[in-house]
């Protein structure tokens, strides 16, 4: 009796953790709210001044003219890891 309560306590844990903490799944192609999620949950203007702005970061692409672009994770990914610092880098200096 008692194994079986402390078994379904357990199990109870368990799929609370299980649907609470997964990890998130971004998708390949990211819309402007997604791509701000993913870069930390910036607002739109941030992204702007900080990333879009910039000559090299991915473009993104049209899917229903210019206020619709989608940008691609693979390709934001690349551009972060060529324009991220490790942390120790910055402290060091």
């Known amino acids: 009796m008692i194994e079986e309560i402390i078994t379904n306590k357990i199990l109870d844990i368990l799929h609370n953790v299980e649907t609470n903490y997964t990890v998130k799944r971004w998708p390949e192609a990211m819309n402007k709210q997604e791509l701000c999620n993913y870069l930390g949950g910036i607002d739109a203007k941030t992204l702007e001044k900080r990333y879009t702005c910039q000559p090299d970061f ?4 049209e899917t229903d003219g210019v206020r619709n672009r989608v940008w691609h ?3 934001v990914d690349e551009w972060l890891a060529r324009h991220t610092k490790p942390y120790k880098e910055i402290m060091t200096r």
């Not at 991915?58 to 692409?61: L, N, Q, S, V, W």
């Open 58 to 61: 991915p473009t993104g692409d």
């Open 73 to 75: 994770k693979t390709q």
